[in-house]
Each structure stands twice: as C-alpha cells, then as structure tokens.
C-alpha cells in the first residue's frame, strides 16, 4: 500500500466520493457543508499554507477502492484534526488502522503533537479510532438553535471581545475546563474571536464563534455560578453578529452538561451524545544528560538542570 498527498490526477476519484464521506470535525461539517470532501481536497493541492492535508492510499489489489483521508493542521499549532474519510465503506477494510496510523506519522512529521477526532459513541467509527489508539477525552452534543428565541435583556449583556479580556478569559477557561482536556485543546495565545459576559465587572460567560457559509458554531465557557443562564443563552442566541439566516449550532461539553437545561427551555434540538478522541503524536521525555547553567556575574553557579524534549511517534 502507498500513501501520496493528493494531486490534480487524483480530480476523479474525488468526484467519485464527493457524498461518501465520513466526518469527525463537526464544526467545519455544519459551518461549510458537506461538500468540504472536494473543496478541502482542491484547497489542499493548491495551497498547503492553508494547512489543508489531503492523502490518497492506493492498494496492489486492483479490486480495491483508493482511499482519501484528510487533516488539518494550523502552522505552529499542537493540535491536528481529522476531517475525513472517503469512502464511507473505510472502515469495514482490514486496512483501516494502517490508514489511521500513516496518516497520524504524516501529520506528526509535520509537527502536531495530537490528532482529535468527533465521533458518535458506540459505532463502527468510534470502534475503529479506538483500535488506532485514540483515547476519549471528553463528551460533547451538539443542539441546533432555533431561529427565534424570546429574550428578557434589552440591549444585549455580551459584547465582542477585546484584547484587553484575555486574561480574563483564559482564567475562566482554566476554571471550567478539566486538566485533561486542556493538554489536548489549548486557548489561542491571541486573536481570539467570540462574544464576552460581564456582570460588575466579572467576566462571567466567553462563547467562542465560527461562521460558515452553512452555519454558525458556538462554543460556550460560562461559569456556574452565573444567574440567569436560559436568559443569558437566549439573550446571546438572539443577538449574534451577522447571523442572518444561517442555522446556529451550540456545542456542550460534558463539564457543562448543567447547560443543557437551558437549552432544552429554548426549543433547541439535540444531537446524539458524541465522543471527542486524541491520539497522541508526541511525548515528553528527559534527556539522560543534564547540563549545568554558568555563573553570573562571580556569583554561585546554579545546580544542574534538567531539560526536557519531545520524542514523536514514528
């Protein structure tokens, strides 16, 4: 079996699988659409800046479909996400965990430390990460909001964040979000883009934004002690910037099941219970020799200190 990044020989096969694809990043399923099989592919052979990866696996057996699996990863960033794979009938290949395994070594000589994945829990799909080592770190669901919400709060209590509530906004991160998830899935340093609650001046609420020409993708951090949380959700639901017509989809983690509740109140619709998955490309690894830091200015020269690196998955 080969493994190849795609190029324009590969255009017919892509028209071959542009609806039989099976998905694992749900944000950028329901803000751009399905169709993200034959633009992401396009967009990866065209400019590979845009952090788009799209690999072709080609079997000897000549009764065997080509596979397309895509990733993508962000310049400088840890953390790679699986988009797709195409056919849907991947998985039931014996062939599949060589695909996954490729694949995570491919992005990991890229530089990614870990690969996440969005599955539904009890399928095929969830069977088959877990035998590529992939581990579940948290749950989620995903609620479609209605287009209509009655809100008590007029003007609106969320503002667009500054710059200024960073901190802010990575002390309530920190709060909220379990130890284990944050090794995986870190606050950007910067550029942060969202909508922000304050009451008396206590950020209470960050809900992180994603538009799509399909949809728009909300991720809430709202801290337990809030009041009014179903005013508040429907208050932000309501006044969303540029929301026009487009279908919203708010994403709830497992530690902030307590929203849904709320949720529930605003006529918003469920999705099934999902698993979010990690496969680790990277560890953390002493090196067997110390080295010793100089002495400054004739004062005392420091103890030696350990130093630490990362050996990556081969």
Known sequence: MGIRLFDWRDFPILLRYRHRGLFFDNASVLTRGEMLVPIGAMLSYFAHALGIYTFLYTDDDQDSEPILGQVTHGQGEEVAKLSF??????????????????????IGNRGAFHLVAEVQERSAAFDKL???????????RIWKCPQEVQVKTNPSQWRDIRSTDLIAVRSLYSTLVPALVQQVELLP????????????????????????????????????????????LGDLLQNLP????????????????????????????????????????????????????????????EVTTPFMQSERYE
Request: with cysteine.
């Open 85 to 106: 794979l195409a056919p849907e009938t991947v998985l039931e290949a014996d062939k599949t965990l060589d695909i996954l395994d490729r694949m995570a070594q491919q």
């Open 130 to 140: 877990r035998d590529s080592a992939f581990a579940l770190y948290v749950h989620q």
């Open 189 to 232: 340093a910067e550029n942060l883009k969202g909508l922000v609650y304050y009451l008396e001046e206590e950020l209470l609420a960050y809900a992180d934004i994603r538009y799509g020409q399909r949809g728009i993708w909300v991720q809430p951090y709202i801290h337990p002690d809030a009041r009014g949380v179903t005013d508040q």
């Open 242 to 301: 540029n929301r026009h017509s487009r279908p919203v989809y708010l994403c709830v983690r497992s530690y902030q099941s307590w929203l849904d509740n709320s949720l529930e109140d605003l006529q918003a619709q469920p999705g099934p219970l999902q698993a979010v998955m990690v496969k680790h490309l990277a560890i953390g690894k002493k090196v067997r020799n110390s080295f010793s830091l100089p002495a400054l200015e004739g004062g005392q020269q």
